[in-house]
């Protein structure tokens, strides 16, 4: 499930940066990572099941390993994990709205966060 209208697709930000800002809020990029692009995770285990809330990024001209990187978001994605199989997005899953508001909260205080560095892409 995509989250829309939360300004986060339009963010392009230093990758130093976006990495501080998002692990303030429990998006952490750990493993999730190669050349070009990053996942920043946010993790939610409740009692319908795992959950992450995902938010997408890649760079046109960086490198992350170097982490000289300028990354360019994208919408974020909320997903239910199922082992062994990884993590659903689709249509048909049904998200709590309870978890639903955690991440658009989640969001919106992320983006408040990046206002001050924000470049428009």
């Known amino acids: ?18 990495d501080e800002i998002m ?3 429990d998006l952490v990029r750990a493993g999730q990572w190669d050349y070009e692009r990053v ?4 993790k939610y285990v409740i009692k319908e099941g ?9 760079t046109p001209d960086g490198d992350v390993d170097t982490r000289d990187a300028t990354i360019h978001l994208k919408k974020p994605a909320l997903g239910k994990h199922y082992y062994p199989h990884g993590v659903e997005y689709g249509e048909d899953e049904n998200f709590p709205a309870g978890l639903v508001k955690d ?15 924000l470049q428009k892409n």
């Open 1 to 18: 499930m995509y989250i829309e209208n939360t300004g986060i697709e339009e963010v392009v930000a230093d990758l130093s940066l976006l």
């Open 23 to 25: 692990l303030n809020h």
């Open 39 to 42: 996942t920043y995770d946010k």
């Open 103 to 117: 991440c658009q909260t989640t969001l919106k205080a992320v983006m408040e966060d990046l206002k001050p560095y």
């Open 50 to 58: 795992t959950y992450y809330l995902r938010v997408f990024g890649f």
